[in-house]
């Protein structure tokens, strides 16, 4: 090769090497940090916003604060990939917690947590202490209303389910939603707290919720059509009627009758439906609430989030459950 054309491929070669060099990072050097990223998303050079946009992806929440701050940008490329980011992480967050459910063992499920999950279909930023933190607020409220120097559990039954509804009922002002009742919002334990009003199921599972707080034995009940709870009367306090006491949440919180419940319940079989619901089945039945509701207001997304999530949580139990 003559010398001016080695000098050519020579410096051809530098080019390029100073290039690659520009687009990704050399072995050896450190990874770039979270704001060098950020500040990539609206390089002029594709390669680079590319590589910046699934690096971020992969850091995963981590990444969440900057991102929501990028998503304010004034660079409408930094601007619009952020917010894609944020909104693929936190689809990825939820989808998440559900495989994670899924996995479990049933003894092992949360109802709970599960309703944190399920809310965040509809606010995906909420953080689960704001959950906490408004159900151990109620708790703290019954715990006064039953008064000092003896725990609630040691209460006898009625006493402890009169100081539970009076602060659900009368202090909250939690009842059932009869006006809006097809919306998902009645889904969300977030909303349902907020705005004091909900389903049967979900009003239910808040007063079981803050019950366990008080360790109280009121569980869940899967009545068909409906959903109540009860103050299990085998776990009574020593010297107490071992009577259930049977609370119907959604219809002002009125105590109601095994009697009733024959007369009024179709299906109704009281050795099944008196026993705590499984909380897989009541996880899905909130889910299936939301999708229902999510059908009628015509969020087809929405819809379509809670369908790929329904296996995740039941695995092979699902075509029993839909």
């Known amino acids: ?77 930094k601007r619009v990939r952020s917010a894609k980011l ?36 509809l606010d995906p930023e909420l953080e689960k202490e704001a959950v906490t ?60 707290i907020a705005r004091r009003k909900g389903l049967p199921i979900l009003l239910s599972e808040i007063a079981v919720a803050v019950s366990r707080r008080l360790e109280l034995p009121v569980v869940g009940l899967g009545i068909p059509g409906r959903y109540m709870i009860k103050y299990d009367g085998r776990k009574a306090p020593g010297g107490e009627a071992g009577k259930d006491i049977i609370i119907n949440p959604f219809e002002g919180w009125r105590e109601t009758s095994v009697r009733e419940l024959r007369l009024t319940v179709p299906g109704f079989e009281p ?11 009541t996880i899905l039945r909130i889910m299936r609430n939301m999708e229902s509701h999510a059908t009628v207001k015509g969020r087809q997304e929405l819809v379509s989030t809670i369908l790929d999530c329904y296996p995740l949580v039941a695995g092979p139990n699902l075509p029993l459950f839909r």
Do not use: C
């Open 1 to 77: 090769m003559s010398v001016p054309r080695l000098r050519e491929a020579t410096f051809l070669g530098l080019v390029l090497v100073l290039v690659g060099g520009m687009l990704f990072p050399v072995a050896g050097e450190p990874e770039p940090g979270i704001e060098a990223l950020i500040e990539r998303l609206d390089d002029e050079r594709f390669a680079v916003r590319d590589e910046a946009d699934r690096k971020l992806l992969e850091l995963g929440q981590v990444a969440l604060p900057a991102l929501l701050e990028a998503s304010e940008s004034d660079s409408p490329e």
């Open 86 to 121: 944020v909104r693929r992480i936190r689809e990825g967050i939820i989808r998440g917690e559900f495989e994670r459910m899924g996995k479990l063992a049933d003894a092992d499920l949360e109802v709970e947590h599960a309703m944190w999950v399920i809310a965040l279909l």
């Open 133 to 192: 933190k408004s159900l151990d607020e109620i708790a703290t409220a019954v715990r006064k209303e039953l008064g000092e120097g003896v725990e609630p559990r040691d209460r006898p039954p009625a006493r402890a389910m009169a100081a539970l509804i009076a602060v659900l009922k009368n202090q909250y002002g939690f009842a059932g939603d009869m006006v809006t009742y097809q919306h998902p919002d009645n889904s969300s334990v977030h909303r349902v």
């Open 271 to 281: 050795d099944e439906h008196l026993q705590e619901s499984p909380a897989r089945l």
